[in-house]
């Protein structure tokens, strides 16, 4: 199927696939809420305003997930694992993230996007004639043969994958894209259920807090900030920018995360989009997603299929 220009409505009924899981995200629909603070060193305040960058403490409501459109999908079959903040730094002053386990996108543009997740529907053949006709999949290819998924949420590492701009107080502008790398290094249990990655965080966060470093990398003379597909080489500048530290958990059913749109074009004074048009697509995608399930809240998954 030849799609020109995909719209919001089309990635999300591919998305939803044929069985609706009403109230549910459409991608990532499998997750669990959690809460803490990012406490900032100030190492980034010189390239950004953005307030959370000044040194101190801000609190954030957050959602670790599983990708696909199924809420009670087995954790460990799925190929990415996700992490979710929104920081409100001010009744003005909000930014949403969403980040994944791999550091790039498979391809450049919301078309071959959309045509990559038509051949994962179709099977194994049809994923294998994709990649084949899209070189630009070779890094995210890379990553996928040396990715082993661990056990813990808590051991993974997330990224951005769609670059933004630092903007400083003189409205100079960087690249960069960044990544959050756990502290801890092995799971506290080795489950292999349904529920394996859910359970093993309950069971950490009642021992002990999560601690991700924050990092951001600059981009360097030749990375394309507008293509999410392409890896950076690893000599680009790093800077640590601070401490995530994950103290409590709740369901995702009553948690506070279940009612946000982790939109990434929600961004602060300070942070800026590029104009990479996977970000543009997967802004307009998540709000048709969140229209979908917060009208099936509203209505209890009555009326709510007949305002897809
Ligand atoms: C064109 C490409 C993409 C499309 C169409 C898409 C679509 C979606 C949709 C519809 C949702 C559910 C939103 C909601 O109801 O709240 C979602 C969730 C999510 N997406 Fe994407 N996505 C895309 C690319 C990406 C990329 C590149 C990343 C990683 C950087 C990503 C990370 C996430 C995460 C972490 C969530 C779950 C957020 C949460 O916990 O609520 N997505 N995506």
Redesign the pocket.
Known sequence: QKVDK?T?QQ??DL??GERVYAG??????K?ICVTGEFVSNGRLAAFSRATIFKPGATPFT????I?GNNPTAPDLKAP?R???LSFVSSASQQWR????T?PV?AVSD?HS??QQ?QALKAGPEAITAFFRAHPESADFLAWKARYQPTASFATEQ?????AFYLVDESGQRRAVRWSFEPRANKPVTQAQHKDALHDELQQRLAQQTVVFDWVFTFAGAGDDENN?AKQWPDNRQRVVVGELEISAWQPQSSGH?HV?????LVLPDGIEPTRDP??R??S???????R??AWERLTAGGEGAKND
Request: glycine share 4%; aromatic share 16%; hydrophobic share 45%.
């Open positions: 995909v919001a990635f999300v998305q939803q549910f995200r459409r991608a990532h629909a997750g957050g959602r670790f997930s990708a990415v996700s992490l979710a993230l969403a980040m994944n791999p996108t919301p996007f959309y997740l997330y990224h951005s994958i769609n999410p995360c946000i749109n982790f939109d990434p996977i970000l697509a997967r307009a995608a998540y709000a048709e997603s969140y979908r399930r």
